[in-house]
Nanobody, 119 residues
Framework: QVQLVESGGGLVQAGGSLRLSCAAS????????AAWFRQAPGKEREFVAR????????NYADSVKGRFTISRDNAKNTVSLQMTSLKPEDTAVYYC????????????WGQGTQVTVSS
């Protein structure tokens, strides 16, 4: 089992920045890819960003490419999401996730943190 706890959400004005963090515990975090997903009110959960076990490879949803950066520190068992140039449409609950390499669906999920971007 991997336990994931997000932090760093909040209210920010459009154009602003926010950094989300996710602390992992349990099994060896570096054995898993990490990812961020989000779910806006009335919408399905969607992929935001993903980072490989070592951090050498990342990929992003087109909607956040160039604005968000995912990173990880395996020594500290953390993964972060730096969000810049935020837009009202980025408003959602953001979830940290971890999964077995080679699989597309994460095995473990955090409880989520709310990000609200005001216009």
């Amino acid at each position: 089992q991997v336990q994931l706890v997000e932090s760093g959400g909040g209210l920010v004005q459009a154009g602003g920045s926010l950094r989300l963090s996710c602390a992992a515990s349990g099994r060896t975090f570096s054995n898993y890819f990490a990812a961020w997903f989000r779910q806006a009110p009335g919408k399905e959960r969607e992929f935001v960003a993903r980072i490989s076990r070592t951090g050498a490879s990342t990929n992003y949803a087109d909607s956040v490419k160039g604005r968000f950066t995912i990173s990880r520190d395996n020594a500290k068992n953390t993964v972060s999401l730096q969000m810049t140039s935020l837009k009202p449409e980025d408003t959602a609950v953001y979830y940290c996730a971890a999964g077995v390499p080679g699989l597309s669906t994460p095995n473990y999920w955090g409880q989520g943190t709310q990000v609200t971007v005001s216009s």
